[in-house]
């Protein structure tokens, strides 16, 4: 536990340092936890610039061609649970371009499409309008079988109740809907929303408030998927427009401050993993004996990921293309997390 808390500290001062923080931003919620830490960040992020869902000003559809632009084609937005590019000028373009998918699914608090919870671009994303139409409003968890649509195979999961998003978005998703449920707390006509640990939330709805789960698999998200450059970045597109922050980017430690993350996920013990050797130069051995289908991913201190790899039991990792210094060696299996530091010296 000690040493997550500790490269969770560096997370948080590289990339805190990375991103376009405002200086003094988070100054009140500074040294609290729980429901202070919770209160302190609303107090923080709300009252936020309010854009229309669709106008012939400035609306959704333009900030999210800015929000999720492919770096790649500019011309390009990168649609979110599939990971497609397409054009970003087609928008809806009767049924054949693409939608905005509501991350914090609307019917979860009966918000719609209204200016606040049914506009705010943290949670709202670009997808393809079939596979938005599968994930409908289904909680997250895990399990299911392969999501295929018309369009191709995508790397999420369903059944009856729940929707698994491909790895690379886990985390995403789980810091946005930590920013919804700090965000809108039931003051004036806003949403009171809540995260709990269980799936079927849109039967718990009550006037004026609205739940999504799971809680627990989103907290394993969050571990298993850390914040990206390509987050870091919507981060800031959309603090340019709404003028406010998503704190569980800039801040990823603020959610076991919040929800005690960490003690819900199950974390690989030292004793299970070597790591070997360590300061290295050509090269680290990883052994993590009876686990299979475990998944490694390398990140510099300003949180690019530099590295990734799928790996069983025994793995030797090449490090001639890294160059040297100080790493971050995440380790994730199905249900089990490990993190590190890594020293790479030539």
């Known amino acids: 536990m000690r040493q997550i808390l500790i490269i969770l500290f560096l997370l948080r001062f590289t990339l805190t340092s990375f991103a376009q923080i405002p200086e003094g931003y988070y100054s009140t919620a500074n040294d609290l936890s729980g429901e ?16 229309p869902y669709t106008s012939s000003s400035t609306d959704t ?16 937005v990168i649609l979110f649970y599939s990971g497609w590019s397409v054009n970003a000028a087609q928008e809806y373009n009767n049924n054949t371009g ?10 979860h608090g009966d918000f719609g499409t209204t200016m606040g919870a049914g506009t705010d671009v943290h949670h709202l994303q670009p997808a393809d309008i079939t596979v938005n139409s599968a994930r409908n409003n289904k909680d997250f968890d895990n399990g299911g079988e392969i999501y295929v649509d018309g369009d191709g195979i995508t790397e999420c999961r369903t059944d009856n109740d729940s929707w698994e998003a491909r790895d690379k978005v886990k985390g995403d998703i789980a810091r946005m809907l930590f ?10 006509d806003e949403p009171d929303l809540e995260l709990v640990d269980e799936v079927n939330t849109y039967d718990l709805n009550e006037t004026g408030k609205g739940y999504h789960g799971k809680l627990s698999t989103l907290l394993q998200w969050h571990l298993q998927d850390p914040v990206d450059s390509f987050e870091i970045n919507r981060n800031d597109v959309v603090y340019s427009y709404q003028e406010n922050r998503n704190p569980f980017i800039d801040h990823p430690e603020y959610v076991d ?3 005690n993350g960490l ?15 360590n300061p290295a130069k050509d090269y680290v051995v990883i052994n ?26 025994n793995y030797k990792f090449s490090t001639t293309d890294i160059n040297s210094g100080i790493y971050i060696l995440h380790i994730a299996t199905k249900d089990q997390v490990f ?3 890594l020293v790479i010296s030539k």
């Open 339 to 341: 993190m590190s530091k």
């Open 98 to 107: 693409w939608s905005r998918e509501h991350i914090w699914a609307k019917s």
């Open 263 to 277: 003690t819900s996920t199950e974390l690989i013990n030292e004793s299970d993993i070597t790591i070997y050797p």
């Open 61 to 76: 559809w333009d900030i999210l061609k800015e929000t999720d632009k492919d770096t790649a084609n500019p011309e390009n």
């Open 288 to 313: 993590l004996p009876d686990r299979n289908n475990a998944k490694g991913l390398v990140y510099n201190l300003n949180g690019k990921l530099v590295a990734n790899f799928d790996f069983n039991l």
């Open 36 to 51: 202070q830490l919770k209160s302190a960040l609303h107090e923080i992020i709300k009252d936020h610039k309010e854009f």
């Open 179 to 188: 920013y919804m449920a700090v965000r809108y707390e039931g003051e004036g």
């Open 257 to 259: 401050l919040i929800w």
